[in-house]
């Protein structure tokens, strides 16, 4: 009995069951015949939208008849929930952008989509949450210090059962939605719907204790509501910080682990890794296989293992499977692999205004050009001519790098082939010099 009082408030019992049966899992749908409680995999972030428009909506008229009683009541308890359901409702924008931003596609910039501001909405939710327990409390200990009589005494039992219908409405939507899509932001809102529809029926044990002729009632309730709502502060606080540090159920990983054990192949699962991005899960696994299989072979094992895994897990968005590597061989890149650059060997620089090596270099950007100066004058200036073939010379300035001192660069790569004469020009304030030289690729890498 406890626990399911416990649940009903989320004090555990939220999360998704993966227990199975004696045989290792329940039948009934799926492959293989297993059923596992997954995720609805036709809900998505539209769904979510739909339950917090309708909460929202909900909140928002419960919050507002509950205001009207405050200010011709007096009510400090009746304030504290009607200040919880106002901020209730707000909580649903927060929620409201966040799934709207999920269902964008991932650009360039952010590979994975933008899941992960659900739970950026989901610290939000809690920290107004927090914020409107500590004014609610500040008001019932400020009516303790200073009573106050409250008057219409119905009107605010009415109003403390309307908040309780209304809360308990929003906290069914959330909720049920919540876990449908695996939102922790979302079913962490709808929990503090529903202990906010607890403290609204406290609203109507104060007022029968004023009635009772216990004026004191009131503000008691007022901070009894305000230890709730830190209850569930805490609760949900923990839920969502536990996803943004990519913190997982172990649950899942067990469920992980069942799903490979329908796959023929593997011989043994070396690691394992999940976490979820918004209501989307991503999983990362390492598994070994016999060695001795062809590619297509290995990639059959890999396709049946990931759609084991979706049988099982419908919130997971996709599963990067990699072989396990420990005892295998790199393999031995011949030296004239196609496009690997042999530089000839560098240039070495000395003279009055600079002294260091010219050589050629690989860069993120190609191949370069480079003077790397051990000392130099400050007014530096570089460019190489290279003499091609036909009379044509080939320029390439070098110019100084920002991120890296005494470093000259060109911002293009130097022609095929790399076996020239050229001279490397340098000149500065102090004057000019120019440098003969000649670069010959390796033996056997001729272009």
Not at 420 to 435: H, M, P, V
Request: one cysteine or more.
């Amino acid at each position: 009995m406890w626990a399911k009082i416990k649940a009903w408030f989320g004090f555990g019992g939220q999360e998704n069951s993966h227990r199975h049966d004696s045989d290792g899992h329940a039948h009934g749908a799926g492959p293989h015949g297993h059923t596992h409680g997954v995720i609805d995999p036709s809900l998505s972030s539209a769904r979510g939208i739909w339950a917090i428009k309708w909460s929202f909506v909900i909140l928002a008229v419960t919050a507002v008849l509950q205001l009207i009683v405050v200010f011709t009541s007096g009510s400090v308890a009746l304030l504290a929930d009607a200040i919880h359901n106002v901020g209730d409702a707000t909580t649903a924008i927060p929620l409201w952008i966040a799934f709207v931003l999920a269902r964008r596609k991932p650009t360039t910039t952010f590979n994975y989509g933008l899941g992960r501001v659900e739970d950026l909405a989901g610290i939000l939710i809690v920290v107004i949450i927090l914020i409107s327990a500590l004014v609610a409390g500040y008001e019932a200990i400020a009516r303790l210090i200073h009573p106050q009589p409250i008057t219409q005494l119905l009107a605010v039992a009415v109003a403390g059962v309307i908040g309780f219908i209304g809360n308990e409405l929003v906290a069914v939507f959330r909720i049920r939605v919540g876990r449908a899509m695996n939102s922790a932001a979302l079913i962490a809102d709808g929990y503090h719907a529903r202990t906010d529809g607890l403290t609204s029926l406290a609203v109507v044990v104060g007022a029968i204790g004023v009635w009772a002729g216990f004026p004191l009632a009131d503000p008691i309730i007022g901070l009894l509501i305000t230890i709730a709502i830190l209850g569930i502060v805490w609760q949900s606080a923990r839920a969502v910080i536990t996803r943004s540090l990519d913190g997982i159920n172990p649950g899942v990983t067990e469920e992980i682990r069942h799903a490979i054990e329908h796959v023929p192949g593997v011989n043994k699962l070396v690691d394992i890794k999940a976490r979820w991005l918004g209501h989307k899960l991503r999983a990362e696994l390492t598994v070994a296989v016999d060695p001795n299989l062809s590619v297509a072979q290995a990639n059959g094992i890999v396709l049946t293992l990931q759609g084991e895994l979706h049988a099982h897990l419908a919130p997971l968005e996709a599963a990067t499977v990699q072989f396990d590597t420990s005892g295998a061989q790199p393999v031995e890149v011949p030296s004239d692999a196609g496009g690997h650059h042999h530089a000839p060997e560098p240039f070495r620089v000395d003279c009055a205004l600079a002294s260091g090596l010219l050589e050629i270099v690989d860069t993120p950007d190609g191949e370069r050009m480079r003077l790397t100066a051990r000392e130099h004058v400050e007014d530096l200036a570089a460019v190489v001519e290279i003499h091609r073939s036909g009379g044509m010379v080939e320029t390439l300035p070098l110019l100084p790098s920002h991120n890296v001192s005494h470093r000259f660069e060109s911002t293009v790569a130097p022609e095929e082939p790399h076996e020239f004469d050229a001279e490397l020009r340098l000149s500065s304030g102090k004057g000019q010099e120019t440098l003969p030289f000649r670069m010959v690729e390796p033996e056997g890498h001729h272009h």
